[in-house]
C-alpha cells in the first residue's frame, strides 16, 4: 500500500512541506501515469508520524487513505524485508502488534497447511513471515483495525507470489517439463 505527500499531510495534520520534509528519505515509487506523483510505501510513511499524531489518529486515517498500486496484487518484493522488521517493531499501540503477531502465526499455519506448502516455501517462511505485514490487506487491518483478513485464503498464494526461490524452482521444472 501506499500514500502521498498530500494524503499524508492530511492524515497527520500537518503542511505539505512538512509531509515532504519528512518523507525525503522514504524510497518512492512513481507509477505509470501517475503525473510525477510520488507514492511511498504506507509502512515507511507510518514510521515517520509523530507520536502525538499517531495518538490522534494519523496511521489509521494514513491507512484509510493509502492505496494499492498493483491491484489486488499479494507479491511483496524481497528488499522491503528490512522494512517490514522496522514496521513490526515501530508499531506503537499493543493492540497493533497483537494483531500483527496473529496475522503472522495465522501465515504460518494457513501455509502448512496448503498444498501449496513445499521445502523452498518452508526455507523461506520465518522472512515471508516477517513481509507478510506488507501485504496490503494485513497492513491494512493491523493499522486500522476491523474485520481481519481471510489469512488463510491469501497466505497461500502471498508465499508462492513473493517466495523467489519457489518462482526460481518452479520455472526450472517447467523448463524440464518442457
Not at 156 to 165: C, D, I, L, M, Q
Request: with cysteine.
Amino acid at each position: 500500500m501506499y500514500t502521498t505527500i498530500e494524503q499524508y499531510a492530511r492524515a497527520a495534520g500537518v503542511s505539505d512541506a512538512t509531509a515532504s520534509r519528512r518523507l525525503a528519505d522514504v524510497p518512492f515509487r512513481i507509477p505509470t501515469r501517475g503525473r510525477g506523483r510520488k507514492h511511498f510505501p504506507l509502512a515507511a510513511a507510518v514510521m515517520t508520524l509523530k507520536g502525538k499524531e499517531v495518538d490522534a489518529g494519523a496511521a489509521e486515517r494514513l491507512a484509510q487513505a493509502a492505496c494499492d498500486l498493483h491491484g489486488r496484487d499479494l507479491y511483496v518484493e524481497a528488499e522491503f524485508l528490512p522494512m517490514a522488521r522496522d514496521f513490526a517493531e515501530w508499531l506503537p499501540t499493543e493492540v497493533m502488534r497483537n494483531r500483527l503477531r496473529t496475522a503472522q502465526n495465522s501465515f504460518v499455519v494457513a501455509v502448512a497447511n496448503s498444498r501449496l506448502c513445499s521445502p523452498t516455501i518452508v526455507r523461506n517462511l520465518t522472512p515471508l513471515r516477517e513481509l507478510f505485514a506488507l501485504c496490503p490487506p494485513v497492513l491494512a487491518w493491523v493499522l486500522r483495525g476491523g474485520e481481519a483478513p481471510d489469512v488463510d485464503g491469501i497466505a497461500p498464494a502471498f508465499a508462492v507470489a513473493s517466495n523467489e526461490g519457489t518462482l526460481d524452482q518452479y520455472h526450472i521444472n517447467m523448463k524440464e517439463a518442457a
